[in-house]
């Protein structure tokens, strides 16, 4: 197999071509073709010696994707992404447009292992993770197919970043260095499940990155009912973990909380909720959770919401309701892959 070279850092790229023969630049030259001019191929490359892209070309291969499929909300500027990578895998990514920029969603995984009820994407099992250059490919050809500058992503696409923890990391230096796309690691949210494992090692890394968890409950019974992560790593180990996580790097954990109705919505729950997360250097950001055709869960009313929302502020919890973009591309986790869209239904 040939190295990917575009989930290379600029350190390793630089002993790879010092190993090659060439001076320390020339590194810096091809690092700049993949991350900041972003060419899918080494003939671009203008730069170098036909010499040396004739050798690239055999020890190296620079993997990209292909847009399968792209849909374009109409309420809003929401567009979902088919991908199509070089084995033939489907993954999907969205870019969203806020005030303060375009935000991209991208996955980690093909597929996902954590099997979490309300969500699709792991609906057909997992796959295989994906590699640094596969979750930057996304980032970098979306920008490019939309003619935009992408400021924000959001690690919320298909999969479990923290089950695929050093391609991830792998990812967030190079989408963050000044060579490259140069985002601020602050513009990056990483959500999970609640992989406590991988909440202590990122810890220590000690990113400006926003840590989201998947909290989706306020105690184990319900908790449990519909992530099965929960069975290894409860409710009090998790928020352990995210309480320590707080302050350690002094960044404010954002839950995430899908109000699912007659599950997880009721008063009670906001108050268990509230009590839990007391003290804590939080957000809550409550989601109406989406309809996934293969599972009957239904969104909360938005009385239910405001009523919830009321109790947790009462409590000193700051919390917001996410708004719903892309609802008529089923822009939300996993929905293109299983290839059921409501545009797609229509033509
Ligand atoms: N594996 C990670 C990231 C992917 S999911 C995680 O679990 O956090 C991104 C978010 O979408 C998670 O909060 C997930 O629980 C939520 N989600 C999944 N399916 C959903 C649905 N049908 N409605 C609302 N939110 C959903």
């Given at each position: 197999m040939p190295e990917d070279i575009k989930s290379m850092t600029l350190e390793e790229l630089t002993e790879e071509i010092e190993r090659l023969g060439e001076k320390r630049f020339v590194a810096k030259q091809i690092f700049s073709w993949l991350h900041d001019k972003r060419v899918s191929s080494f003939d671009e490359m203008t730069d170098i010696s036909k010499d040396l892209r004739r050798k690239l070309k055999n020890f190296f291969k620079i993997y990209d994707c292909t847009i399968e499929k792209k849909l374009c909300s109409v309420y809003d500027d929401t567009v979902k992404y088919l991908y199509r990578l070089h084995d033939g895998e489907l993954i999907e990514s969205v870019v969203m447009q806020y005030k303060y920029g375009y935000t991209i969603c991208v996955s980690?995984?093909?597929?996902?292992?954590?099997?979490?009820?309300?969500?699709?994407?792991?609906?057909?099992?997992?796959?295989?993770?994906?590699?640094?250059?596969?979750?930057?490919?996304?980032?970098?050809?979306?920008?490019?197919?939309?003619?935009?500058?992408?400021?924000?992503?959001?690690?919320?696409?298909?999969?479990?970043?923290?089950?695929?923890?050093?391609?991830?990391?792998?990812?967030?230096?190079?989408?963050?260095?000044?060579?490259?796309?140069?985002?601020?690691?602050?513009?990056?949210?990483?959500?999970?499940?609640?992989?406590?494992?991988g909440i202590n090692r990122l810890k220590e890394k000690k990113l400006q990155l926003t840590l989201s968890v998947s909290l989706h409950a306020p105690n184990d019974e319900i908790r449990s009912r519909t992530m099965p992560v929960n069975n290894k790593w409860g409710i009090d180990e998790l928020l352990r973990a995210c309480k320590s996580y707080a302050k350690a790097t002094s960044r404010r954990i954002s839950f995430e909380y899908a109000m699912i109705d007659g599950v997880n919505d009721s008063d009670e729950c906001a108050k268990e909720l509230a009590c839990r997360l007391a003290g804590m250097l939080c957000h809550v950001n409550l989601i109406p959770v989406n309809s996934v055709k293969e599972r009957d869960y239904k969104r909360s009313s938005d009385k239910r919401m405001k009523s919830f929302i009321a109790i947790l502020e009462k409590k000193g919890i700051t919390a917001t309701v996410r708004r719903t973009l892309g609802s008529d591309i089923n822009a939300s986790c996993g929905q293109l892959r299983r290839g059921q869209t409501a545009v797609e239904r229509e033509v």
């Open positions: 980690s995984q093909v597929g996902c292992k954590m099997g979490c009820k309300f969500c699709a994407s792991g609906i057909a099992g997992f796959v295989r993770n994906l590699t640094a250059s596969e979750i930057l490919s996304q980032v970098y050809k979306s920008a490019a197919d939309l003619g935009i500058r992408i400021s924000h992503v959001v690690m919320m696409g298909v999969g479990e970043p923290l089950d695929n923890f050093d391609n991830v990391m792998r990812f967030l230096r190079l989408v963050t260095d000044e060579k490259g796309m140069n985002l601020s690691m602050r513009n990056i949210s990483l959500s999970t499940c609640g992989v406590v494992s």
